[in-house]
């Protein structure tokens, strides 16, 4: 396996990796790697060291490669590396250079152990200069930071490409994925006046049972015997809630008491509902491409799961029109269908809900939506 990564005698090699280097300070390096606290002097051998494998290695043939096929193959190589600029770094501080560099190759560079942790809820990058996250619905900064601007737009770009989108000047803004499912939004200059902002709703590899919200303290277990019996009763339910509040968490764990015989349809921006039945088909928007064309709203797909034979619709969550068809479906047939709405009372929710009903464009008077929403809206939390 070894040197199966390594470019051929005649591909081109980068000037950068031959070019002299500084020798850095090891103390600071070490406290670096210890900490992880990304001082200027290990973020420039970092880059240096980045460059030198990108010039040595096949990118291609590394796309397939596992990070531990990688670190076995990098190690070596960043050994003497180090060696040659005299950085005196012990074998742990070692291993977390090369983690971290094999990170910048394979990952998304100084954000890839927070994308691990599991604890940590949300990512927010506010320019390359601070680095902020959510664990437990508290914001705190970290000490993590990218070297300059275009190393975080070198981190942007990876991201975007994966999913063939683009975000430049022309189109600033862009919603995007990563492939573990978690949600990604980022602005860039112009609109972004000091720099690019990333904001990374990571994806819970174990979504939240009723029971598991029982143990937050989040919801009491009266409460809970009350939704599961609702659920299995085929009642339609609204969740109402503000800005992480945990409205999609909630429909997760609602949806695991629909009986695994039922046929579901998920329709969300983003798709992050985990449902663990059997028949489910997911639909997911799309925006418009750089022309302006392609664009799939939740309109279309809310009409097109009614073609589709489901039991229940569950949309992530309603913020236009949509809301129309979603209670049109729940009258029609589709009882114990979920959704939720943006909004930080009950009152509010259905006042929304009027408003996003009447932009349908439909010849409804007010008092014929709230007679609509009634009819279809067993439960509003």
Do not use: C, W
Request: aromatic share 2%; hydrophobic share 40%; net charge neutral.
């Amino acid at each position: 396996m070894l040197g199966r990564f390594i470019k051929g005698p005649n591909e081109p090699r980068s000037p950068q990796a031959t070019s002299p280097a500084p020798i850095l300070n090891g103390t600071a390096v070490t406290q670096a790697a210890e900490a992880e606290s990304h001082n200027d002097d290990y973020l420039a051998l970092k880059v240096e060291l980045h460059s030198h494998l990108i010039d040595r290695f096949n990118l291609t043939a590394l796309e397939n490669a596992s990070k531990e096929e990688i670190l076995n193959e990098i190690r070596p190589i960043v050994r003497e590396f180090v060696r040659g600029r005299n950085v005196p770094l012990n074998a742990r501080e070692l291993d977390q250079l090369t983690s971290d560099t094999a990170d910048e190759m394979l990952g998304l560079g100084p954000i890839e152990p927070l994308l691990k942790d599991d604890s940590i809820a949300d990512i927010l990058i506010n320019t390359h200069k601070r680095v902020f996250i959510e664990r437990r619905g508290v914001i705190e900064e970290t000490a993590i930071r990218f070297r300059d601007e275009a190393h975080l737009l070198r981190v942007v770009n990876k991201i975007v490409s994966a999913i063939g989108r683009r975000v430049d000047e022309s189109a600033p803004m862009v919603d995007a994925r990563l492939e573990d499912g978690s949600r990604v939004n980022i602005a860039v200059r112009p609109i972004s006046v000091d720099g690019p902002l990333v904001s990374i709703r990571k994806f819970s590899k174990h979504p939240y049972s009723l029971e598991r919200l029982i143990a937050f303290n989040s919801i009491r277990p009266p409460m809970v015997d009350m939704l599961r019996i609702a659920v299995q009763a085929r009642k339609s339910i609204l969740v109402s809630g503000g800005t992480g509040s945990g409205k999609t968490t909630l429909l997760n764990a609602l949806s695991s008491y629909i009986p695994s015989k039922e046929r579901l349809i998920t329709i969300e921006d983003a798709a992050e509902l985990q449902l663990q039945q059997p028949h489910v088909g997911r639909l997911e928007t799309r925006p418009p491409n750089v022309e302006g064309k392609g664009e799939v709203r939740q309109r279309e797909l809310v009409k097109n799961a009614l073609r589709m034979r489901p039991d229940r619709i569950i949309v992530g969550e309603v913020r236009g029109e949509e809301a129309f068809d979603m209670l049109q479906a729940m009258n029609t047939g589709h009882e114990g269908s979920m959704t939720t709405i943006h909004a930080n009372t009950p009152r509010d929710a259905i006042s929304r809900l009027e408003q996003m009903v009447g932009m349908a464009g439909m010849p409804m008077t007010h008092e014929s939506i709230r007679a609509q929403i009634a009819s279809a809206i067993d439960i509003l939390s």
